[in-house]
């Protein structure tokens, strides 16, 4: 069972730092592209980057230039590094993967970006 377990939420100052983490288990296929997505209470579910296997970037236009991602593929891991954070990136955050034409997706995780 394909598994993506998220992990780097939490509360910090605007301005700073987190990163991200989420690793897929459970299947032995490519997986392309992965990602990130976020989402407030009441609101869709939105693209903040994606990442194909052969290193193809895509970010939302609100976290270019702030947010970078990376992945490596011989561990099916992909990392979301948040710089200049701001209150309006305060979300849960969910690991996106794509693998043979199905959407998976991780449990979520909070960041919160407050003083």
């Known amino acids: 069972q394909v598994q993506l377990v998220e992990s780097g939420g939490g509360l910090v100052q605007p301005g700073g730092s987190l990163r991200l983490s989420c690793a897929a288990s459970?299947?032995?296929?490519?997986?392309?592209?992965m990602g990130w997505y976020r989402q407030t209470p009441g609101k869709q579910r939105d693209l903040v980057a994606t990442?194909?296997?052969?290193?193809?970037?895509n970010y939302a236009d609100s976290v270019k230039g702030r947010f970078t991602i990376s992945r490596d593929n011989a561990k099916s891991t992909v990392w979301l590094q948040m710089n200049s954070l701001k209150p309006e990136d305060t979300a849960v955050y969910y690991c996106?993967?794509?693998?043979?034409?199905?959407?998976?997706w991780g449990q979520g995780t909070q960041v919160t970006v407050s003083s």
């Open positions: 996106y993967a794509r693998i043979l034409n199905t959407d998976r």
């Open positions: 459970g299947t032995r296929f490519r997986i392309d592209p």
């Open positions: 990442i194909t296997s052969a290193g193809s970037t």
